[in-house]
């Protein structure tokens, strides 16, 4: 049942995406438009490079939890379970690998500062790692590692590109 409904929403969200963007289109600037062309592609490529991780973890991830079940226990997969494990996992990485994204929007609109954002990163990682635990869920901490070290680094690097876009904002303001 799960399996059907996860391909249902994979199925239909790029065209329900696609009717979105159509009929908000019309209404966005030329330099609105362009800042949304540079969050589709971004969005896209950090959601399919965190679903790759995703796929490329699981390996590691079920040799850990089949190495923590002991030597007596034998292996026997539903392939229902599996596959609701493999989605879930591509789907919590790849939403996981859109925080960047939304990070630069909220500096770009002003929400949050890049200077917040730097004096608080000890606070951010944090709430990285645990935010990443919760949304693995197998729970082991390869995952873990394998998210929240991909997700600090583009932390970090979200805060250069929010910061540097604001930068040239109030440059190009200024003259």
């Not at 969005?43 to 790759?52: E, P, T």
């Amino acid at each position: 049942m799960r399996i059907a409904v996860w391909g249902g929403v994979v199925i239909a969200l790029p065209v329900l995406l696609w009717n979105i963007w159509r009929f908000v289109v019309p209404a966005l600037t030329k330099r609105e438009k362009r800042y949304s062309y540079f969050f589709i592609v971004s969005s896209v490529v950090l959601f399919a490079v965190g679903a790759w991780l995703a796929y490329w973890t699981l390996d590691r991830a079920l040799e850990f939890l089949i190495g923590w079940s002991g030597a007596d226990v034998t292996q026997n997969y539903q392939i229902n379970k599996y596959v609701n494990l493999v989605v879930l996992m591509m789907l919590s990485f790849g939403v996981g690998f859109l925080s960047p994204v939304l990070l630069v929007f909220l500096q770009l609109v002003e929400v949050v500062t890049p200077r917040t954002l730097i004096t608080q990163w000890r606070y951010a990682i944090v709430i990285i790692f645990v935010v990443a635990a919760i949304i693995t869920p197998s729970g082991d901490p390869i995952t873990l590692m394998a998210l929240g070290v991909p997700l600090t680094v583009l932390y970090l690097l979200a805060v250069g590109i929010g910061a540097t876009l604001l930068w040239r904002r109030r440059k190009t303001a200024l003259e």
